[in-house]
């Protein structure tokens, strides 16, 4: 929406409105889509009021109700209208006004109101004509004669002139409006990805796979390289995306994203390059594609394994030149735009099976990073599981929670094939299934995640031979994991498994498990 308040600063438009006042004798007026006037003041009217009607009708409630239903009247016919602006008469049914339509991206906002003139001098028929309009609407018309008698008389040139002013400043009102809407979004931009979130030091994991990956996006920095990220679904290939474009030369300027498996070939065509108006049905108006919004910043082409292969023709076309053509178009248009692609499906074979140019790999390839996945690197889950948690309890207002030690074991166990994301909707799931109690425990936790554990412990399980021999498998395998899990905390590991201390110990050497004794054995714990 409109921020109406500060068109009053704006200098182009505070200087449009002096000349209108001084030269036509002409009051403007701000009105919303809804019809209400955006830059009235009935205490200030001495000072921001320069038509003598408009001053005489605004003084006076019963005035002012009249003229504020004429602009709402007026805003009405603009908001149903294509025309640009309309000549529409006044309370008094002789003088004229503009109402000049404010419209952003067909999206009309409201309109400029310059109140108001006369398009002839004034006859006795007029004269007669004003007093019963004005006397229908329940005015005392003798108050407004003689502001009538004093309105500006403008001749064709005049008028035109006129027009062209009060169009100008509605002009001015999309340019401001324009102007903030993208500094606002591109502060808002600059706030969520320049911050903590998209830093290097913030992209959540210890372990060393994460480690490796964090060095090679240092060694990147300052390069403007085309970059292939590969990685499962939900390892957080646009997140490391954005680190790359927030920390390179190109962090001013734009980062878009595209999905190439969200359209199909000829909606992707007109997405990535654009269309010129008339080049197919429904092409109203000439389309800047995403290449040409990220000229001189990063274009972010995610899921590319899913690209057509005549799109990769074309793609691999603006890579090598910069150049590219719109959609109905015949002129080459120049871009300066570095592409950061990502995929989860495996290039290098899909190359085998001719599903995607070898001579694009090569082109997009130039830096490779590998996202691990989750299960890869189970030791970051518990740092993982700290920030979901204290975020989304903070976004919800309620005690930071904890987690039962089974319910912490099962989450272990799980092997997350949805990764980063599906670790992240269990745990928004499970603060918002727990409300107001501060422990989640097992039972909560969805079903495929608590049922794993179960059916992992039993899938080594010796279902064929003695019973004896099956038993002493699952019991060693038990000490063994627990040993582990525990990190050799005998007390603990006895409570858990209900037995003794010492009947635990006595198994540890049955089964050769003691860590000093493992090594010389080759067995891992």
Known sequence: MINWDELKHIHVIRKLGEILAQWFTTDIFFIDERGQIKNFDPSRLDSELRNPLSSAL???????????????????????????????????????????????????????????????????????????????????????????????????????????????????????????????????????????????????????????????????????????????????????????????????????????????????????????????????????????????????????????LSMQVKLLRVLQQGTLTPVGSTEQRKVDVRVVAATNKDLKEMIDDMQFREDLYYRINVINLVVPPLRDRKEDIPILIDHFVNRGCKEKNLAVKTFAKRAMERIFDYPWPGNIRELENEIERLIVLTGEDKNISMEILSARIRDHGETLKMQGARVAGKLKDSLEELEKSMIKEGLRRTNWNKSRLAKELGISRAGLIMKVEKYRLDKRKIPRSGEAA
């Open 58 to 308: 605004l003084a006076k409630e019963r005035g002012r109700l009249i003229f504020m239903k004429t602009l709402a009247d007026a805003n009405e016919k603009a908001l149903k209208s294509e025309l640009d602006h309309h000549s529409i008469p006044g309370p008094a049914g002789i003088e004229r006004f503009i109402v000049s339509r404010i419209t952003v991206d067909r999206e009309y906002l409201g309109s400029v109101v310059a109140y108001c003139y006369l398009e002839d001098q004034l006859t006795p028929a007029m004269i007669t004509q004003a007093k019963q309009t004005l006397g229908a609407f329940g005015l005392d018309e003798s108050g407004y004669m003689e502001s009538l008698s004093q309105l500006k008389v403008l001749d064709e040139q005049e008028r035109r002139y006129f027009l062209e002013l009060v169009d100008l400043v509605a002009q001015e009102v999309v340019t401001f409006h324009t102007e903030i809407s993208r500094r606002e979004e591109r502060i808002s931009a600059l706030n969520n990805e320049l911050g903590v979130r998209y830093s290097y030091d913030s992209m959540i994991g210890k372990s060393k796979p994460m480690q490796d990956l964090y060095g090679l996006l240092d060694k990147i920095r300052s390069s403007e390289s085309t970059v292939l990220i590969q990685g499962e679904n939900g390892t957080g290939k646009e997140l490391i995306a954005k680190a790359i474009h927030y920390n390179s030369p190109r962090k001013d300027s734009q980062f878009v994203t595209v999905n190439c498996s969200a359209f199909n070939e000829n909606l992707l065509d007109s997405e990535l390059f654009g269309h010129v108006k008339g080049s197919f049905t429904g092409a109203i108006k000439d389309k800047k594609g995403l290449f040409e919004v990220a000229d001189k910043g990063t274009l972010f082409l995610d899921e590319i394994g899913d690209m057509p």
